[in-house]
């Protein structure tokens, strides 16, 4: 098992007026790749397809009980993406939150509250970018997605999954541990312990987490953590379709006429 200084999150280079490349176009057929190969590979996951529809369910445990959460994406680069979130056991009529974006605006809609919104796309970070952004320290740097998704969120992660790798998992002791295969696709396991968590329930030593890794695009395809070797998240991807055809449709909508709207 070894650590990791892994910052390459936002180190990918692309030339003025271009659309990024992976810099790595697979991973290596004849071993597992090291960890910084894995993370690197990962980095540019989302540059590997021009859409993408991808459902994931997640499993949490806390003193109430098993919570489990579906997330449907539905992605074309670029800028446009939908995140459908809902509660498979309350059934689904108006049980659903929505996060859609062209890449300029973002419209949310929270189904059982009847609440939206409709503003301009988060502004990023000023000066981390232009030409004095490579006299930065790599951890210093940020990631800039083709497609934005809605931060701090599992779709989001899973497809983006390079500030994960940065600031969470290398900040662990990881190893490249086999591979399985989940939703029917080959993929690679990495094993991460103690990584730094500025969750203060789950930052403590017995701390773990265990990630499978599309094996041909990078994207993580499950999600598990555990303290004391018992589950407290497992989030998985039970449906993943790169190049899915996607109609123009998926990415409209129009708020109900009862909807109370907050911005």
Partial sequence: MTSTR???AA???VPAGERPRPE???LPSDRLPTVEELFTFMRDAELRFETLRMRIEERTWTTSGEHVVAMDLAL?????????????????AGNYD??????????????????GTHRPVRHAIRGLD???????????RVYVPLTPLPMETLPDTFVHPAGYCQNVLAT???????????????AIVVECDHPRTIEMAADRPDFHIQMA???????????????????TRHAEVVDFAPEAPIPPSAFEFAFPSDTKMLF
């Fill in 11 to 13: 180190a990918l280079p």
């Fill in 98 to 115: 929505l996060w859609l974006s062209d890449g300029e605006r973002v419209r949310t809609y929270s189904a059982p509250h009847k609440l």
């Fill in 76 to 92: 074309r680069h670029p800028g446009d993406a939908r995140v459908i979130t809902n509660e498979p056991g309350r059934g689904t």
């Fill in 6 to 8: 892994w910052d390459q």
């Fill in 24 to 26: 790595l176009v697979a």
């Fill in 130 to 140: 232009g030409r004095n952004a490579n006299d930065l320290p790599g951890s210093s």
């Fill in 213 to 231: 890794v599309d094996r041909a695009d990078g994207v993580i395809l499950r999600l598990i953590e555990t303290i004391a070797g018992r589950p």
């Fill in 172 to 186: 662990g002791r990881c190893r490249v541990s086999g591979t399985e295969t989940v939703a029917g696709r080959p």
